[in-house]
């Protein structure tokens, strides 16, 4: 088994960075693909942005192309989620994903382990 563990959220204002992290224990050398969602109140789990192992391979949802950065340092398993010019819509609970595929997928499906969620929350 594979256990994810999300943290650094947090309550800032609009047009603020926020940094997550998600590190990997258990059976890590199962873990290929990784990629964080969010869910917002009231709305279905959305895709944010995905990372091959490599890290040379990554994808985002176009709501936060060149503002999200997503990387990984595999030998600390653990993978980030840069997160600069906030706005009130990434209010949501952000998840790490993990897939022992070696490809990205914006399908939460493609994804077998998950952590708990941490909590963004961005005021106007």
């Known amino acids: 088994q594979v256990q994810l563990g999300e943290s650094g959220g947090g309550l800032v204002q609009t047009g603020a960075s926020l940094t997550l992290s998600c590190v990997a224990s258990?059976?890590?050398?199962?873990?290929?693909?990784m990629a964080w969602f969010r869910q917002a109140p009231g709305k279905e789990r959305e895709f944010v942005a995905a990372?091959?192992?490599?890290?040379?391979?990554?994808n985002y949802a176009d709501s936060v192309k060149d503002r999200f950065t997503i990387s990984r340092d595999n030998a600390k398993t653990t993978v980030y989620l840069k997160m600069n010019s906030l706005k009130p819509e990434d209010t949501a609970v952000y998840y790490c994903?993990?897939?022992?595929?070696?490809?990205?997928?914006?399908?939460?499906?493609?994804?077998?382990?998950w952590g708990q969620g941490t909590q963004v929350t961005v005021s106007s």
């Open positions: 994903a993990a897939s022992r595929n070696n490809y990205y997928s914006a399908y939460d499906s493609a994804y077998g382990f």
């Open positions: 990372i091959t192992r490599s890290g040379g391979v990554t």
């Open positions: 258990g059976r890590t050398f199962s873990v290929n693909a």
